[in-house]
């Protein structure tokens, strides 16, 4: 099975700041990755799918990229709401694993 | 409006059966894969599985087959994780979420806690 690695584990930054986290997959998956947001006591959010494409309603500085086995999602300008673990998930094919996460918070 | 409605927390003792459902409302159940996820408490997200309730296709991630049973019941759009026997490390959340066209994660269930503890 395809293995799914992050990093950092954890992040902290200045509100403001431009925060980039790395997705690798063990294998190539294309473009079926996924990223998700889960605040602090709730459940998971869909933020961007197709490696680059904004989920509907999820706001602007959060942004997707990559192909095959490398991946990005980046916060251009961190704010406080944006507290949370940070999750990848391939899904060319199960199992769907996700990532182990990375968690952000502020400086 | 998309909606998944999981039943409530459960307290079990180890060695008992459970089983939790996931309500789905506001779209066609049966044209889209029902996916399962644990989080144990403190940890992240792990797939166990999916399930297409248009026919029940199945698809198990290794670390959970054999170990659960997914399945549904498309008369009343409802997904289904059981357990044939409970082991104190079962103790977790478990979502239910929608799998949009391409595989992702769109609209997920509140979470079920399930407790077990003798």
């Known amino acids: 099975d395809i293995q799914m690695t992050q990093s950092p584990s954890s992040l902290s930054a200045s509100v403001g700041d431009r925060v980039t986290i790395t997705c690798r997959a063990s294998?190539?998956?294309?473009?079926?990755l996924a990223w998700y947001q889960q605040k602090p006591g709730k459940v998971p959010k869909l933020l961007i799918y197709?490696?680059?494409t904004l989920q509907s309603g999820v706001p602007s500085r959060f942004s997707g990229s990559g192909s095959g086995t490398d991946f990005t999602l980046t916060i251009s300008s961190l704010q406080p709401e944006d507290v949370a673990t940070y999750y990848c998930?391939?899904?060319?094919?199960?199992?769907?694993?996700f990532g182990p996460g990375t968690k952000v918070d502020i400086k | 409006e998309v909606q998944l409605v999981q039943s409530g927390a459960e307290v079990k003792k180890p060695g008992e059966s459970l089983k939790i459902s996931c309500k789905g409302s506001?779209?066609?159940?049966?044209?889209?894969?029902i996916g399962w996820v644990r989080q144990m408490p403190g940890k992240g997200l792990e797939w166990m599985g999916i399930?297409?309730?248009?026919?029940?296709?199945?698809r198990y991630s290794p670390s959970f087959q054999g170990q659960v049973t997914i399945s549904a019941d498309k008369s009343i759009s409802t997904a289904y994780l059981q357990w044939s026997s409970l082991k104190a490390s079962d103790t977790a959340m478990y979502y239910c979420?929608?799998?949009?066209?391409?595989?992702?994660?769109?609209?997920w269930g509140q979470g079920t806690l399930v407790t077990v503890s003798s």
């Open positions: 998930q391939k899904y060319n094919s199960a199992p769907f694993t």
């Open positions: 506001g779209y066609s159940f049966t044209s889209y894969w």
């Open positions: 399930i297409y309730p248009g026919d029940s296709d199945t």
């Open positions: 197709a490696a680059s």
């Open positions: 294998q190539g998956i294309s473009n079926y």
């Open positions: 979420a929608r799998l949009e066209y391409g595989g992702s994660c769109d609209y």
